[in-house]
């Protein structure tokens, strides 16, 4: 059984910084593509960021430049390390495992909220 554990989450004022962490359960970072997706209120979930078993990463236009995914292996956990936050960043992010025909394990969620 694979658990994902998202933390990091809080308020900042815009223009500040967080870093997400997802801690998994077993050594599946290596193995497996990890995602990270976000939900605002009253929106669908949308992919932010991902990160392939090779290392190369993806993100969406609205978080290039200022949003960077890595992982530490030895850790089991992922990251978000995200800068210049804008209060439209505001959302529930969340992390996910890939599998071959989408995602199969997901987090909980954590709560990013950026002030004006």
């Known amino acids: 059984q694979v658990r994902l554990v998202e933390s990091g989450g809080g308020l900042v004022q815009a223009g500040g910084s967080l870093r997400l962490s997802c801690t998994a359960t077993?050594?599946?970072?290596?193995?497996?593509?990890m995602d990270w997706y976000r939900q605002a209120p009253g929106k669908q979930r949308e992919f932010v960021a991902a990160?392939?078993?090779?290392?190369?990463?993806n993100y969406r236009d609205s978080v290039k430049g200022r949003f960077t995914i890595s992982r530490d292996n030895a850790k089991n956990t992922l990251y978000l390390q995200m800068n210049s936050l804008k209060p439209e960043d505001t959302a529930v992010y969340y992390c996910?495992?890939?599998?071959?025909?989408?995602?199969?394990?997901w987090g909980q969620g954590t709560q990013v909220t950026v002030s004006s």
């Open positions: 996910a495992k890939a599998n071959l025909v989408g995602y199969d394990y």
């Open positions: 077993g050594s599946i970072l290596t193995i497996y593509a």
């Open positions: 990160i392939t078993r090779g290392g190369t990463t």
